[in-house]
């Protein structure tokens, strides 16, 4: 079936630094959404994007984070600077529409923060 | 508070029939609950999904649900469950957030299946 690439499966990075998290989404989807789930914990909703813009984000989607979906090309996740409470695995995911039961989740970026 | 709560952490079978459970809070009227089960890369994989106006309990291949909407918990069935069946299943309310007209997917912790041959 369809499948959202996530690239790399795994970052290592030093706490303060930049880190931008890719995701290739299924083509012809229009919704991108982050999602974030800290090692022992539920996942849980970051962000979504829709036509160009964020459409809504939680309180974990803080001031350092940002997304972006340049030209059509990879859907990114940027954190800048980076910190330790940010480690966590990311999921990227899209649909073709805005419903819920059409969402493909890729397999993760495992960040880890030092 | 949790609002989507799977008290069994972990649970293994020998074939058979297997059933996972998962409790939900929410004042919404509309819904939905969705099922999914993580692979070992990671990668989640839809299962099945019950919208809350839907009194029938749903079917998609050999996944079905149990829909207690009064109780607000819904349970996962597994028809013979075989070793490939084995991971991490996850149940997720989906709600309407913010005024966009967006849905978000709170998940539970997860049940990790272990189905022995």
């Known amino acids: 079936g369809p499948k959202v690439l996530q690239i790399p499966s795994h970052q290592i990075i030093d706490m303060g630094q930049m880190v931008t998290l890719n995701c290739d989404p299924v083509s012809n989807h229009l919704y991108f959404y982050w999602y974030k789930q800290i090692l022992g914990q539920q996942m849980e909703f970051l962000v979504n994007?829709?036509?160009?813009?964020?459409?809504?984000k939680s309180k974990l989607f803080k001031d350092q984070f940002s997304v972006e979906r340049p030209d059509g090309s990879y859907f990114t996740l940027k954190i800048q600077p980076t910190a330790l409470e940010d480690s966590a695995v990311y999921f990227c995911?899209?649909?073709?529409?805005?419903?819920?039961?059409?969402?493909?989740f890729g397999a993760g970026t495992r960040l880890s923060v030092l | 508070a949790q609002r989507v709560t799977q008290v069994q952490s972990t649970g293994s079978s020998q074939w058979g029939e297997v059933t996972l459970d998962c409790s939900y809070e929410t004042s919404e009227y509309s819904y939905l609950i969705l099922w999914y089960r993580q692979l070992f890369s990671g990668e989640m994989v839809f299962l099945i999904y019950?919208?809350?106006?839907?009194?029938q309990n749903q079917r998609s291949g050999h996944y079905s649900v149990v829909f207690q909407k009064s109780f607000k918990s819904i349970s996962l069935v597994i028809s013979a469950s075989q070793p490939e069946d084995s991971g991490t299943y996850f149940c997720?309310?989906?709600?309407?957030?913010?005024?966009?007209?967006?849905?978000?997917?709170?998940f539970g912790s997860g049940t990790q299946l272990t189905v022995m041959p």
């Open positions: 995911a899209s649909s073709p529409t805005a419903s819920q039961n059409t969402l493909y």
């Open positions: 994007f829709y036509n160009g813009k964020v459409m809504e």
């Open positions: 019950q919208p809350s106006f839907d009194t």
């Open positions: 997720a309310l989906s709600e309407l957030i913010g005024a966009s007209g967006s849905w978000q997917l709170i």
